[in-house]
């Protein structure tokens, strides 16, 4: 596709189920992220993928959170034993590069979780 | 700790006139920067960036400033339109051995008619 694909846009789930949300990066794009923004907050990063390289999990919260990137394409970012704390938009963007000077993400329309 | 920080969360602005979004940071490391904008329901799209070798970058209406001692940018809008509404978020990279984007809290600009 064009741009980065994310499903589900939108889903919603009660404590203590599992959720698993998907990202379709630009094709050839070779970095990809994932973010959340709660409410009211800022950006957060989660983790960076960038090639065959180890990623970068520094920013999952908890061991609840996971992800990973099949075949340095699609990624799929798991949340086990989900909490209502989880509840946010889940954005997940590609670049072409992951050299942090050389160019901007371009960012999905994001998947709102919702955890009653 | 927040590495880059957005005071202001809202900004209302008259049409026509000169829109400051403000940006500090505190990481002496962070040597590109740029801003994103945000729909409501959409993801943040990319406006300007900057490198920490130039203090001014331009593109239209849009005019990035960085002042690398004072650890500060801008985003200067002008003239600002109703279409400019939307959350701003600056966003610093750069730290060695590291690739992540750090984002500020964004500020939310509303453009009045």
């Known amino acids: 596709g064009a741009g980065v694909s994310q499903s589900p846009s939108n889903k919603v789930t009660e404590k203590g189920k599992d959720v698993e949300l998907r990202c379709d990066p630009i094709s050839g794009h070779t970095a990809l992220y994932w973010y959340r923004q709660s409410l009211g907050q800022g950006l957060e990063f989660l983790i960076y993928?960038?090639?065959?390289?180890?990623?970068?999990k520094s920013g999952l919260p908890s061991d609840r959170f996971s992800a990973e990137r099949t075949g340095g394409s699609v990624s799929t970012l798991t949340i086990q034993r989900t909490q209502q704390e989880d509840s946010a938009v889940y954005l997940c963007?590609?670049?072409?590069?992951?050299?942090?000077?050389?160019?901007?993400?371009?960012f999905g329309e994001g998947s709102r979780l919702t955890v009653l | 700790d927040q590495q880059v920080k957005q005071n202001s969360p809202s900004l209302s602005v008259q049409e026509g006139r000169i829109s400051i979004l403000n940006c500090d940071y505190t990481?002496?490391?962070?040597?590109?920067f740029l801003w994103y904008k945000k729909y409501p329901a959409e993801g943040p799209t990319f406006l300007i960036s900057?490198?920490?070798?130039?203090d001014k970058n331009e593109d239209g209406r849009f005019t990035v400033f960085l002042n690398k001692s004072a650890k500060h940018l801008s985003l200067h809008i002008v003239p600002s339109q109703p279409g400019d509404s939307a959350v701003y978020f600056c966003a610093a990279s750069g730290v060695p051995g590291t690739y992540k984007y750090i984002f500020g809290t964004g500020t939310r600009l509303k453009v009045l008619a």
């Open positions: 963007a590609s670049s072409l590069s992951g050299a942090a000077n050389t160019g901007e993400l371009f």
């Open positions: 900057i490198s920490s070798i130039k």
């Open positions: 990481n002496s490391m962070f040597d590109y």
């Open positions: 993928f960038q090639g065959n390289s180890a990623p970068d």
